[in-house]
């Protein structure tokens, strides 16, 4: 069983990726109400942290009922992230996660998240730096390198365990990918193979199907998967996956009950979470997924991303489980 610090991870754990305006308390709450091991605040800026910022601010906030979990930083000066891991140890999740993998253009030009694969000795920096501000465990999440022609991840995972990096999640695509094309995780196998690395590595991407992660799972050998754009609007994907692993057969699709509910809670947790305002309007981008695939939809989406009180949004919930009681999801 893979173990991060004192922390004891089920065998295969199946964790929920950290994602910019999605992995926020009450879809990580939905995550671990069906099967996710371990999770992940949405990335904060570490320099947005020192700052005060009210939104990385509020990225701190964690619960107990959502343990264990990890708050993920990101940035490119050393000072900063020592800084702000100093800041993230002191509301006490079970573990810090630098990111080293986001590929977006406004991250990268300052040097952090995929920027850094271009320069491994600064990586190693604000990891020591990082690992200098706090008392928990640090573990990183990276990609496979800056392009095709540049794949440094085994140089990566070595130097990285050799200052007390404790795990190491790998997405399967180089920055150049952004999140297109096929995520290759042979590379992760390798560095799984490497007799050197004693830390749990954790496999990333293109994970969408329980027949997808047990093939992953029996081909790779990694110690566990990490679940992103594959659990958005679909929680059930980890326990999918575990019922799979196990028995070899699929759970039944959630039914339009079951959607519902998960709607209705996240929408009631996000407005406890955020206020009733803001708790509405940053729930609207999740309906289309929740109900993705439905058929003569169109009515019903645009009046959850039109109202505007919870009131006329749990009515009209109530509408879709009427009309759409004996829906038969394929």
Same mark, same amino acid.
């Given at each position: 069983?893979?173990?991060?610090?004192?922390?004891?991870?089920?065998?295969?754990?199946?964790?929920?990726?950290?994602?910019?305006?999605?992995?926020?308390?009450?879809?990580?709450?939905? %995550?671990?109400?069906?099967?996710?091991?371990?999770?992940?605040?949405?990335?904060?800026?570490?320099?947005?942290?020192?700052?005060?910022?009210?939104?990385?601010?509020?990225?701190?906030?964690?619960?107990?009922?959502?343990?264990?979990?990890?708050?993920?930083?990101?940035?490119?000066?050393?000072?900063?992230?020592?800084?702000?891991?100093?800041?993230?140890?002191?509301?006490?999740?079970?573990?810090?996660?630098?990111?080293?993998? %986001?590929?977006?253009?406004?991250?990268? %030009?300052?040097?952090?998240?995929?920027?850094?694969?271009?320069?491994?000795?600064?990586?190693?920096?604000?990891?020591?730096?990082?690992?200098?501000?706090?008392?928990?465990?640090?573990?990183?999440?990276?990609?496979?390198?800056?392009?095709?022609?540049?794949?440094?991840?085994?140089?990566?995972?070595?130097?990285?365990?050799?200052?007390?990096?404790?795990?190491?999640?790998?997405?399967?695509?180089?920055?150049?990918?952004?999140?297109?094309?096929?995520?290759?995780?042979?590379?992760?196998?390798?560095?799984?193979?490497?007799?050197?690395?004693?830390?749990?590595?954790?496999?990333?991407?293109?994970?969408?199907?329980?027949?997808?992660?047990?093939?992953?799972?029996?081909?790779?050998?990694?110690?566990?998967?990490?679940?992103?754009?594959?659990?958005?609007?679909?929680?059930?994907?980890?326990?999918?996956?575990? =019922?799979?692993?196990?028995?070899?057969? =699929?759970?039944?699709?959630?039914?339009?009950?079951?959607r519902i509910e998960a709607t209705r809670n996240h929408?009631?947790?996000?407005?406890?979470?955020?206020?009733?305002?803001?708790?509405?309007?940053?729930?609207?981008?999740?309906?289309?997924?929740?109900?993705?695939?439905?058929?003569?939809?169109?009515? =019903?989406?645009?009046?959850?991303?039109?109202?505007?009180?919870?009131?006329?949004?749990?009515?009209?919930?109530?509408?879709?489980?009427?009309?759409?009681?004996?829906?038969?999801?394929?």
């Open positions: 069983m893979p173990k991060i610090g004192n922390i004891e991870l089920p065998d295969f754990p199946l964790l929920l990726a950290p994602m910019e305006d999605v992995s926020d308390p009450p879809f990580r709450r939905l %995550c671990k109400l069906h099967g996710a091991d371990l999770m992940y605040s949405e990335f904060i800026s570490s320099e947005g942290l020192i700052r005060d910022a009210i939104k990385s601010r509020m990225k701190l906030d964690i619960f107990d009922y959502e343990r264990p979990v990890g708050i993920q930083i990101f940035g490119g000066d050393e000072e900063a992230m020592e800084m702000s891991a100093k800041i993230v140890d002191a509301v006490h999740p079970d573990l810090v996660d630098i990111n080293f993998g %986001c590929p977006v253009k406004k991250v990268v %030009c300052k040097g952090a998240g995929a920027g850094v694969l271009k320069d491994v000795d600064l990586m190693v920096r604000l990891t020591k730096a990082v690992i200098k501000g706090t008392n928990l465990p640090v573990t990183v999440k990276t990609r496979l390198g800056w392009d095709e022609s540049s794949i440094n991840i085994d140089e990566v995972a070595e130097r990285l365990q050799d200052i007390g990096v404790q795990a190491l999640t790998v997405h399967a695509r180089t920055r150049a990918q952004m999140y297109k094309g096929h995520s290759d995780w042979s590379h992760i196998q390798r560095i799984k193979e490497n007799p050197r690395l004693t830390m749990p590595i954790f496999g990333n991407g293109d994970i969408d199907s329980p027949e997808k992660a047990l093939e992953y799972k029996n081909k790779y050998g990694l110690d566990g998967m990490m679940i992103g754009r594959a659990a958005i609007g679909y929680p059930w994907i980890f326990n999918e996956i575990k =019922h799979y692993f196990k028995t070899g057969e =699929h759970l039944a699709q959630p039914t339009m009950a079951d929408l009631t947790w996000s407005m406890d979470w955020k206020g009733e305002r803001v708790g509405i309007v940053e729930m609207r981008r999740h309906y289309t997924n929740y109900f993705k695939g439905v058929s003569n939809f169109k009515e =019903h989406r645009l009046k959850l991303v039109t109202l505007e009180s919870a009131e006329a949004l749990f009515k009209a919930l109530d509408e879709i489980q009427e009309v759409y009681a004996d829906y038969q999801f394929v």
